[in-house]
């Protein structure tokens, strides 16, 4: 059964940071595009930061750009998302989402859920004095 497992979520004081991982079982995230999303109270779901299965292309939004990273560990088989200088409005539930990329799309990253086949179940961030 294919799954994916947020973790590193929680409660930390504005300027912070946390590092989320996306830990995938029973495939390889190796040939995947991953992507975080976040979804606060009364909002649609948002893209946050996506990568492309060889790491060659990232996207980030640019509520994040310059205070976020996506990158990919091969060995763990995981996919991380290092937080930093974290403000109150990056409070949401984070999730981590995988999309198979056939050797024609290695280089792409997605940006909608819709295009998005596997999803792990969300990790809360809270960013509070």
């Known amino acids: 059964q294919r799954q994916l497992v947020e973790s590193g979520g929680g409660l930390v004081p504005p300027g912070g940071s946390l590092r989320l991982s996306c830990a995938a079982s029973?495939?390889?995230?190796?040939?995947?595009?991953v992507g975080w999303f976040r979804q606060a109270p009364g909002k649609e779901r948002e893209v946050v930061s996506s990568?492309?299965?060889?790491?060659?292309?990232?996207y980030y939004s640019d509520s994040v750009k310059g205070r976020f990273t996506i990158f990919r560990d091969t060995a763990r088989n995981t996919v991380s998302l290092e937080m930093n200088s974290l403000k109150p409005e990056d409070t949401a539930v984070y999730y981590c989402?995988?999309?198979?990329?056939?050797?024609?799309?290695?280089?792409?990253?997605?940006?909608?859920?819709?295009?998005?086949?596997?999803w792990g179940q969300g990790t809360q961030v809270t960013v509070s004095s």
């Open positions: 029973g495939f390889s995230l190796n040939y995947y595009a």
């Open positions: 990568l492309s299965s060889d790491n060659s292309a990232k």
């Open positions: 989402a995988a999309q198979y990329s056939t050797s024609s799309y290695t280089n792409r990253f997605y940006l909608h859920p819709g295009e998005y086949d596997y």
